[in-house]
């Protein structure tokens, strides 16, 4: 019987032979590591982030709304928001809401006609931003933690670049504020708000954006108060 060689010779021995008849030795095995894996903490303060800075920015955007039941039922629509701080305004889910500078619109249709509460006081701007990311960092930091922040990448939305966050149910909530999973895509130029979708045991809600308009002023905020 042939005595066995040490294994490192063994190999020194294969790759000559393998040069000796025409053949290259075989390449040597490459590991290919992952990129670490972005730690929930920084993705959860990204998104927050991310959110403020769409509060701070200007835009009009006209969104494309489908909502689809699991009963069946759907509903289309076309949504336009504006972002002009302090002025922001929704119109086209029934009514149309938001502030003007320091006060407050609500209007909605009440058979076939536009009907408009009394106009009240808003919030300062600062504090109002400060409140709503006060609630939204309370979902999904402890102690309550509701929701865990997921990196969804880049994609495209519009035209425009976009970076997405997924925020994710972790915990037994009653009537989970954002379903059980919910989507965010932000223009990385400035953080306009280019799609989101909510996904609900009953159903999902899905708004993309079309068309993304840099410019307002004036006029376009008439425009959405003439819906009044």
């Known amino acids: 019987m042939a005595a066995l060689l040490p294994f490192p010779l063994l190999a020194v021995l294969t790759a000559a032979l393998g040069e000796e008849d025409g053949r290259p030795a075989p390449p040597p095995a490459v590991t290919i590591t992952a990129p670490p894996a972005v730690p929930e903490p920084v993705l959860r303060q990204e998104f927050l982030d991310a959110y403020e800075r769409s509060r701070r920015a200007t835009w ?21 928001e504006l972002s002009r701080p302090p002025d922001h ?31 009240g006081a808003a919030a300062p701007f600062e504090e109002a931003l400060a409140a709503d990311l006060s609630e939204l960092r309370d979902v999904l930091q402890p102690p309550a933690k509701w929701y865990a922040v997921e990196g969804g990448g880049e994609r495209e939305v519009a035209g425009e670049t976009a970076r997405c966050f997924t925020l994710r149910r972790v915990a037994a909530v009653f009537s989970p504020p954002y379903g059980e999973r919910a989507e965010y895509c932000f223009a990385t ?37 003439s819906t009044e």
Do not use: K, S
Not at 95 to 100: C, I, K, S
């Open 189 to 225: 130029a400035d953080g306009a708000p280019l799609l989101n979708r909510v996904e609900r045991r009953e159903g999902a809600d899905h708004r993309q954006a079309r068309e993304v308009v840099r410019q307002v002023g004036d006029a376009e905020v008439a425009a959405f108060l």
């Open 60 to 80: 009009l955007i006209t969104y494309d709304f489908t909502r689809r039941l699991r009963n069946g039922g759907a509903l289309d629509l076309t949504v336009f």
């Open 89 to 119: 305004l929704i119109a086209g889910l029934g009514g149309l809401q938001g502030r003007v500078g320091e006060r407050e619109i609500v209007c909605g249709d009440v058979d076939g006609a536009t009907v408009c509460a009394p106009e």
